[in-house]
């Protein structure tokens, strides 16, 4: 809008030169056809004031705005930032793989949010608490399972043990195997009981939305109670219950 108004301006004062020179050049003819001192001296003056006034009035010329030359350093340096942003995005990327495998187990677990553990069967290779008392070895193919899991939901592990020892020793077999490293599963959530229905409890107690175990029987008293269980045995993949899955290993049904 400012242009145009500069534009209409320069027209108005165009026009107004052209009316003051045809005006002056009447004069000058009249005043040439009565030769005398004071007229020359009129026209003179008169041929003054018209300069000055023309001057005065004519459109000031616009003089072109000088381009924008672009600083080499200065796109050289947005280079740099777009390829270091462009780096830091590819470091945030995920492979496919990576991709794939969260998709399966946000699918696997259909929502749930909180998440309880056996150990026995599931994360350790012992069957039973009596095992634990000489031996505990921990599934080597297990821990990265545990590690996504805790990026998707809130993981308690939970186990029957007969005495305070074999307790501290399983925790030091599970920080030893890396379960507990930064981002995994915190060694607060490693609960321990002294009877199968001390877990049967935890699991109620906690609001579990997904517990997974090897006892069918606990399985199946905790079936009124938990939208979804994942029951770890030799049996095939499948469901026994429209809220009960079946898996051979923890590994196998989240892959």
């Not at 009596?130 to 996504?148: G, I, M």
């Amino acid at each position: 809008m400012s242009d145009r108004a500069a534009e209409n301006a320069g027209t108005l004062v165009s026009r107004l030169a052209r009316h003051l020179n045809r005006k002056l050049s009447d004069v000058i003819s009249i005043l040439l056809n009565h030769k005398s001192v004071g007229s020359i001296g009129a026209v003179a003056g008169f041929a003054i004031a018209f300069v000055f006034a023309w001057k005065v009035l004519r459109p000031s010329q616009r003089r072109p705005r000088p381009k924008r030359r672009s600083n080499p350093a200065a796109n050289g340096r947005s280079g740099g930032d777009v390829a270091g942003s462009d780096s830091s995005d590819l470091d945030v990327i995920r492979s496919p793989r990576q991709v794939a495998q969260g998709d399966i187990m946000r699918r696997k677990l259909g929502g749930c949010r909180k998440v309880t553990c056996q150990l026995i069967g599931v994360i350790l290779e012992e069957k039973s608490p009596e095992e634990l008392q000489t031996h505990f070895t921990v599934r080597e193919s297990v821990a990265k399972v545990l590690f996504d899991l805790t990026k998707h939901c809130d993981l308690y592990l939970m186990e029957t043990v007969l005495d305070n020892e074999t307790e501290e020793r399983v925790l030091s077999a599970l920080e030893s195997a890396g379960i507990f490293r930064p981002g995994g599963v915190m060694k607060e959530k490693v609960l321990f009981c002294s009877t199968e229905i001390g877990r049967t409890s935890f699991v109620r107690q906690l609001e579990s939305d997904l517990h997974i175990d090897t006892n069918l029987e606990i399985i199946s008293q905790l079936s009124r109670f938990i939208g979804r269980q994942l029951y770890i045995s030799a049996m095939e993949e499948g469901q026994i219950a429209p809220n009960i899955f079946t898996s051979t290993s923890l590994e196998h049904f989240f892959s």
